[in-house]
């Protein structure tokens, strides 16, 4: 299943459903350029949505995150 970490909805029911001990979280955006030309795009993309990702696997008891660059 895929789901977009915007949709905070959609990101409970994955988790609820398949009920993870851990998560890896892997920042989907990385190149330094780019960020510097559109940082509301890595804010949204990298902080917020991980965000929505962290706060539903503490809401679901998830206890393991790891979050990591992909570059």
Known sequence: ???????????????????PEAIMHFASHTLVGESMEKPFLYLAENITNGLNLLQSAVDHGVRRFILSSTA
């Open 1 to 19: 299943m895929q789901v977009d970490l915007a949709d905070r909805a959609a990101v409970d029911e994955v988790i609820k459903t398949h009920q």
